[in-house]
């Protein structure tokens, strides 16, 4: 049982840091204005997904890419919009 239970604790600990990214990633589009995002990000974390954190933290990372590159094409130059 000790080692059922060591080898289980060992890919949770090895899942953390894909879970944090996610629900940061969560965090962002909900800080945006995106809460459809926002929602399957966790309800894939939370629900659909139970035993794979990786396919969400996937999903987390798409999203991210995709938003990145449509504030990159609606600044190009990498300037700061003026606040107001």
Do not use: H, W
Request: charged share 15%; glycine share 8%; aromatic share 8%.
């Amino acid at each position: 049982m000790v080692e059922i239970g060591s080898v289980g604790l060992r890919i949770f600990l090895c899942m953390m840091p894909l879970i944090a990214f996610q629900a940061i990633g969560a965090s962002y589009f909900q800080a945006v204005g995106k809460a459809n995002y926002t929602i399957v990000l966790n309800l894939l974390r939370q629900v659909i997904v139970l035993i794979s954190d990786f396919i969400s933290t996937v999903v987390t990372v798409v999203l991210l890419f995709r938003e990145i590159n449509r504030l990159k094409k609606e600044n190009p130059r990498g300037q700061q919009s003026e606040p107001g």
